[in-house]
């Protein structure tokens, strides 16, 4: 420890003249660091898997960002046509959903079946959702929305075969705690979880059937309690939480007026639903930078600080953390043409990288070990990760939005690494991978040619440069400049 210490400079907190220091050592202890955030991917409505730019994005986050499941709302809308009453009877055509299922499967994803909305045919009230008229109210008799349910099923059992099938979760509707997606009271919602699963399970008992899909980690111990007290199968906890649900109402654009204590508050409510749920999964079927779905802040660099300092804290507490969404082709208000709106997507309409998507391109290049970093600043952040055959610094400078923060100089002394033969730095801020950015700096044209594209495609790009590095000692040190809401990714080879 002596010869870290006089390796490593003892600093001042926001000095821009004096370094930050963190110390990892290769040799050190190591943890697991699974993808769990890769597990699924989400996307606004069923309808649009049946759009060709849609699908070409969609087959980009499988390809590129190693994306293995998508989920989505309105399977059961009546725009699918799942169920209709015609003249008083009901008729079941399940085509469209099996278009957009051949499809996932065809490029090697999986679907994470959201079962919502619900059928006209079906309905207790007229109370819609969107601006495709998704219907929200409980089924007027639960034991016609469980034959549909079971019909469903069986049908993809016989298309797709059981063992695929046994692959896939049932997510048993969306958000049923807020009155904007149904009546927001538990035992309607518990009704509807009896009946579905039910439904599911006589099908096959193997078939993952879990909820209660609330939003801002409600219900959790509540819904485990009825599963138990009525027999009730649960195979996973799915949930949702945004910061801008966490110390205001779900929905609400808090996130200004928090303080700069709870930047980690996400990790704080995921590790209690993760102490609720005891020994079953835990997914997050939605989360994002804020609730909001036109926030300029999701096509900024600080949504990419944002995710990867999120998703690396939650490391250990969840098997899914679905981020909302992979794509701005997206409609439950309507389809703006605008190529930066400040929506939820990692791609823009065009398919145009935001910073949100190169960060979790960066998260996709990590190695699945952990090592121990020591080191704190109220700022900067760094995790040390390993591969087969190099590591990765992964840094990160990030501040709520109207609270300080600035440029910092970050001094990481690494032991254990024998001698690094090469390290390389790629960026995302201001300047780097930020097509916002230049979109800004032509004047924001509403609609874009070919040329734009293309230069857009390049501005978001992630770029590769020699990252410099010093040996004292038995330590390598590596000296890093961070911008406000940036990240870094050092790769390095011993």
Not at 81 to 107: E, K, P, R, V, W
Not at 241 to 266: C, I, M, N, W
Request: with cysteine; hydrophobic share 40%; net charge negative.
């Amino acid at each position: 420890m002596n010869s870290i210490s006089s390796a490593v400079r003892r600093l001042t907190p926001f000095s821009v003249t004096m370094a930050i220091s963190f110390i990892g050592d290769l040799g050190g202890l190591r943890t697991s660091l699974p993808h769990f955030w890769e597990h699924t991917i989400g996307s606004g409505h069923a309808t649009l898997g049946l759009r060709a730019d849609w699908q070409r994005q969609l087959k980009r986050a499988h390809d590129e960002l190693g994306m293995k499941h998508v989920r989505f709302h309105g399977i059961l809308s009546d725009d699918m046509g799942t169920l209709i009453d015609q003249s008083g009877q009901l008729l079941y055509s399940f085509f469209n959903a099996d278009q957009i299922f051949d499809y996932l499967l065809s490029i090697g994803m999986k679907p994470f079946v959201e079962l919502s909305f619900m059928p006209t045919a079906l309905s207790s009230g007229d109370q819609i959702v969107f601006h495709y008229r998704a219907n929200v109210t409980p089924p007027r008799d639960p034991a016609e929305w469980s034959v549909l349910i079971r019909k469903l099923v069986q049908h993809w059992v016989d298309r797709y075969g059981i063992d695929e099938v046994r692959q896939w979760f049932f997510e048993v509707w969306n958000e049923p705690n807020l009155t904007a997606f149904g009546t927001g009271k538990q035992s309607d919602y518990f009704v509807l979880y009896r009946y579905t699963v039910d439904a599911i399970k006589s099908v096959d008992k193997s078939l993952q059937v879990g909820g209660p899909a609330t939003a801002d980690n409600a219900w959790i111990s509540d819904f485990l309690d009825f599963c138990k007290k009525n027999e009730l199968p649960a195979d996973f906890i799915s949930t949702h939480h945004y910061p801008t649900d966490s110390f205001g109402k779900p929905g609400d654009d808090t996130v200004t007026q928090l303080s700069e204590s709870k930047r980690s508050a996400l990790r704080g409510e995921a590790r209690e639903v993760r102490e609720q749920a005891g020994d079953l999964p835990v997914y997050y079927t939605e989360w994002c930078t804020s609730s909001n779905p036109r926030d300029p802040m999701h096509d900024d660099p600080y949504a990419a600080a944002f995710i990867v300092k999120t998703v690396l804290e939650a490391n250990g507490l969840v098997q899914g953390y679905s981020y909302w969404t992979s794509s701005d082709i997206f409609e439950e208000n309507y389809f703006p043409s605008v190529p930066f709106q400040g929506g939820f997507g990692l791609l823009n309409i065009h398919g145009i990288a935001k910073p949100s998507y190169r960060a979790y391109e960066l998260l996709h290049g990590l190695g699945t070990e952990l090592l121990t970093v020591e080191g704190h600043h109220e700022t900067v952040d760094a995790w040390l990760i390993a591969g087969e055959k190099s590591a990765t610094l992964m840094l990160t400078n990030l501040a709520l939005p109207r609270h300080p923060i600035d440029t910092q100089q970050v001094s990481f002394n690494l032991k254990g690494a024998g001698n690094i033969s090469s390290a390389a730095i790629r960026r995302i801020d201001l300047e780097h991978a930020n097509a916002k950015r230049h979109w800004e700096q032509i004047g924001k044209p509403e609609y874009l040619n070919t040329e734009m594209v293309a230069q857009l495609d390049a501005a978001s790009q992630l770029k590769s440069e020699a990252q410099p590095f010093a040996r004292d000692g038995s330590v390598f040190r590596i000296d890093v400049t961070m911008p406000p809401q940036s990240v870094a990714a050092i790769e390095i080879v011993t």
